[in-house]
């Protein structure tokens, strides 16, 4: 049972989290901001790559792949209400951006680079980004027909 209100606050901000993201209460619980948000990223790419059936491929080069322009491996589903296709192609191109973006400047870094612990504050923030990511991803489904040629995850 949480502490004090600040605390209650805190786990009620963490349970309106995308369920993924969810899924580093350990982490977060413990301490480990750093791994929880690592966590995350690698769980985000890791559905990409599920969704995508671009298993053998990770990182910036899955999500360049699965997301790309022409002939992409997900769709993205309108939102209820939209009606210029102009609005639903920015919509994909910024969740790709955000999402190369994710690649970039946590897995990587948080991955490959020894940095110090990040603050329980910088942790929910980027628990947050990740979890409007995977929001975004609800509403996407693999393309119908595209041929998958296998490819080796780097």
Known sequence: MPADDA????????DALHPEVRRCRSEVASGHYRHAVRRAAEE????VADMSGLVELSGRRLLLTALRNKDPYLRL????GTRSPRSEHSEYNGFREMALGLMSAVRNVFTHETEPEITRTEAFE???FISALHRILDRMSPVDGLETEPERRS
Request: proline share 11%; aromatic share 16%; net charge negative.
């Open 7 to 14: 605390e209650l606050e805190s786990v009620l901000e963490f």
């Open 77 to 80: 589903e309108p939102r209820p």
């Open 44 to 47: 985000f790419a890791n559905r």
């Open 126 to 128: 980027w628990l947050s």
